[in-house]
């Protein structure tokens, strides 16, 4: 009885330390430009998808952030078209956004309601 309880102790340890092996979140670096002019990109967001795990470029577009191996990382930005970038063995990762084509219509914010720009009288800069 003593070698089956050893025996099952045994491959019981085996299977948690293959898991834990397995499911290792490690860090991701990484740098987002601009694919326009590679310029750095600040307060980029990048973000785990499923998780709570997300985190915001630096002012020279650099970030970093935990991720599992077949995680996907959601990068975005406004202006930007966003971007979905799978993790694979590798640790660092350069990701260039490219410029949305869509543009925000000119609002005025008024006390009572919002107007479009030209639906307006009077003096508005």
């Known amino acids: 009885m003593r070698k089956f309880l050893r025996s099952a ?12 092996g397995y499911a290792q979140e490690r860090t ?3 740098v987002v430009t601009s694919g326009g002019d590679d310029s750095n990109l600040p ?17 020279s577009g650099r970030f970093s952030i935990s991720a ?7 990068i975005s930005s406004v202006g930007f078209e966003a971007q979905d970038v799978v993790v694979g063995d590798e640790i660092s990762v350069n990701i260039k956004l490219t410029t ?8 005025v914010v008024v006390g009572y ?3 479009r720009k030209e639906n307006l009288t009077g003096a508005v800069p």
């Open 100 to 107: 949305a084509q869509n543009s925000l219509a000119d609002v």
């Open 113 to 115: 309601g919002t107007q």
């Open 9 to 20: 102790f045994l491959q019981l340890g085996l299977l948690l330390l293959c898991t834990i």
């Open 43 to 59: 307060n980029v967001t990048v973000a785990v998808k499923g998780t709570s795990y997300a985190t915001t470029t630096d002012a």
């Open 68 to 74: 599992q191996k077949g995680q996907t990382l959601h």
């Open 28 to 30: 991701i670096t990484g």
